[in-house]
T-cell receptor
């Protein structure tokens, strides 16, 4: 079974631009979560989607948005990029998104975003 | 407000010895806890989990202990191997939510 895939793997943008990142979950997984990882901050939860609905959102400004398609694939968008948005963006999928045994999150390799 | 804390940014252990990684949490609503391992240029990989109804869970060389009264969990790796060298994240969740709160990670280095 193929793992979680994220595209692109690396991205360089300039301040003020916008960016869209893509995530394809493991086949059969309907929940997709997004995280931002920066040095010293660990993984910060961005949002979680299930059946095209956002069920939970982290403490990020409205410039960060996401969506999920009917095939469970997800995208996140960051508008008006700032230097502080430089980070590794990780996507994770699970069967239902509800924490519990046999429903763990599987992570993709991440997209490294650099904002100049 | 960091609800999940890993106060040791790094840890070095000799091969064959025990590695103990610690994690503290503040939210008493958390009732499910996990440990992930992360190598450079890869996403985190699930290691082991524990629910609040248990105080210990084992999987091979990995054991997680949960002390609910102290709001503390730890991951024991015995024996430690050089391939265990990675960043370890603990994470916590409340079963009624759909999000995990991660700690900042501990970089483990196992010396051969």
């Amino acid at each position: 079974k193929a793992g979680v895939t994220q595209t692109p793997r690396y991205l360089i943008k300039t301040r003020g631009q916008q960016v869209t990142l893509s995530c394809s979950p493991i086949s059969g997984h309907r929940s997709v979560s997004w995280y931002q990882q920066t040095p010293g901050q660990g993984l910060q939860f961005l949002f979680e989607y299930f059946s095209e609905t956002q069920r939970n959102k982290g403490n990020f400004p409205g410039r960060f948005s996401g969506r999920q398609f009917s095939n469970s694939r997800s995208e996140m968008n960051v508008s008006t990029l700032e230097l502080g948005d430089s980070a590794l963006y990780l996507c994770a999928s699970s069967l239902t998104g509800k924490p519990g045994f046999d429903n763990e999150q599987f992570f993709g390799p991440g997209t490294r975003l650099t904002v100049l | 407000d960091q609800q999940v804390k890993q106060n040791s940014p790094s840890l070095s252990v000799q091969e064959g010895r025990i590695s103990i990684l610690n994690c503290d949490y503040t939210n008493s609503m958390f009732d499910y806890f996990l440990w992930y391992k992360k190598y450079p240029a890869e996403g985190p990989t699930f290691l082991i989990s524990i629910s609040s109804i248990k105080d210990k869970n084992e999987d091979g060389r990995f054991t997680v202990f949960l002390n609910k009264s102290a709001k503390h969990l730890s991951l024991h790796i015995v024996p430690s191997q050089p391939g265990d060298s990675a960043v370890y994240f603990c994470a916590a969740s409340a079963l009624v939510t759909y999000k995990y709160i991660f700690g900042t990670g501990t970089r483990l280095k196992v010396l051969a």
